[in-house]
């Protein structure tokens, strides 16, 4: 290789016997990597590669503060960080976390072949890192942009994803233009990233007219599709695959096909009745997930300090008989106890067994087939915006769609 070759310029390179031309990125002992055209990393074994010749040098792209004007509707993106968030420096060849709206872009000049982007970035943490301050925040800072009818994709870390979508489909209701999150599993460094289609097929649902806040992510370990998935139904399903994210109690709303057309299954619209923010969350909710040796202590604990509890109990819903009688007296002092099932598929049935009769008897409110974290933020959300006795009364009514109508199972 020539050594006036550097990260970022464009090459191409002769690899047994095929041409491949692409921006060169990185080389080490082992591998050469450069990106295609259609922003997949190509790693390429040096020991198989005849040749590679400069095509052009790179040049830094120049970005205004915010906006790429690009060809499509426009799309505001937001950047909370996570995986997603980092990029190729190509003067270093080193991958990190985007710090400016134009790094996040220099990333990705893809999209503007798609919409007209803008862009912020707003936090850049890990999503384990999140506090419901900054729900709070990215719900504000949606809503000004949605209130001027943009698409919004909001990219954000793939472990607490479901927490942050949850809490934003509360926060704001009936949304004047699509709230999409997107994440990724891979860096966009690596080859087998899911970075870069999972961009743009939120960029392409953010242009549509869906109403309710939503997921995209890849549907299938391969690159052929995405699920669209209604931001109070999916978990993560899998610590390191690509289609780690899965709609539970429901199907996904909807699939991206590799050349980003949207086939919908059952979704909401952007409707005409009015869009409304809710800017508080409660800070004394907690989610306790019951397990067989948990003590009455650390169960009384918990209760004593907050005035919602979401309980992820086994089964059908149960937690321990012995704690029956401090759970009574909890509701009594008009604590909010709410009860999911940590095995997330099926709903919580308290009429079946004496330990769920006692637990109904005790003020315990069953979820249905709610989430036991999308009871969590709606919790947050109803106590932090409404009375208590409001609260208790639409803990189990179905808001946002979180509580499938019908169940067959
Ligand atoms: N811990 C992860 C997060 O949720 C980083 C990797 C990812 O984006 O999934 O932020």
Redesign the pocket.
Same mark, same amino acid.
Do not use: F
């Given at each position: 290789m020539s050594d006036t070759i550097e990260s970022g310029d464009k090459v191409e390179v002769q690899w047994k016997g095929t041409k491949f031309s692409g921006m060169f990125i990185s080389k080490d002992e082992k591998v050469t990597v450069i990106k295609l055209q259609n922003g997949y990393n190509l790693s390429l074994e040096n020991s198989s590669i005849g040749s590679i010749s400069l095509l052009s040098k790179f040049v830094q792209r120049k970005f205004s503060e915010e906006k790429v004007t690009g060809e499509g509707k426009r799309v505001f993106v937001l950047g909370t @960080? @996570?995986?997603?968030a980092s990029y190729v420096d190509y003067e270093t060849g080193a991958v990190k976390p985007a710090e400016t709206p134009q790094e996040m872009l220099h990333a990705q000049p893809d999209l503007a072949k798609i919409a007209s982007i803008g862009t912020e970035i707003i936090l850049n943490?890990? =999503?384990?890192d999140m506090q419901k301050a900054d729900w709070i925040n990215i719900a504000k800072k949606v809503y000004e942009r949605i209130s001027e009818r943009d698409g919004v994709v909001i990219t954000? @870390?793939?472990?607490?994803?479901s927490f942050t979508s949850s809490a934003l489909s509360f926060l704001i209701e009936n949304p004047k233009a699509p709230i999409v999150f997107t994440? =990724?599993?891979r860096s966009p460094d690596r080859p087998s990233s899911d970075a870069f289609f999972n961009l743009k097929g939120a960029v392409r649902v953010a242009q549509s007219d869906v109403g309710q806040v939503c997921v995209v992510m890849h549907s299938s370990t391969s690159d052929d599709a995405l699920d669209i998935h209604s931001g109070v139904r999916l978990r993560k399903m899998h610590s390191s695959r690509r289609d780690a994210f899965k709609s539970i109690n429901s199907e996904p709303i909807g699939r991206v096909d590799r050349d980003l057309r949207i086939q919908w299954r059952k979704y909401e619209k952007i409707n005409e009745k009015p869009m409304k923010l809710y800017d508080k969350l409660s800070e004394k909710v907690g989610l306790l997930y019951f397990y067989p040796g948990l003590s009455e202590e650390l169960f009384e604990k918990f209760a004593q300090v907050n005035d919602g509890l979401i309980l992820a109990g086994t089964g059908l819903g149960h937690i321990t008989n012995r704690f029956a009688s401090r759970v009574k007296e909890y509701t009594s002092q008009g604590k909010i106890i709410g009860m999911t099932t940590q095995c997330l598929y099926g709903a919580v049935d308290l009429e079946v067994y004496t330990t769920g009769r006692n637990l109904l008897e005790a003020g315990v409110i069953p979820l249905h087939d709610m989430l036991p974290e999308v009871a969590y933020t709606k919790l947050s959300f109803l106590l932090g915006n409404f009375d208590v006795d409001t609260a208790r009364n639409l803990l189990d009514k179905n808001l946002r769609g979180e509580i499938s109508e019908r169940r067959t199972e």
């Open positions: @960080g @996570g995986t997603i943490i890990l =999503s384990e954000h @870390g793939t472990d607490v994803l994440a =990724s599993q």
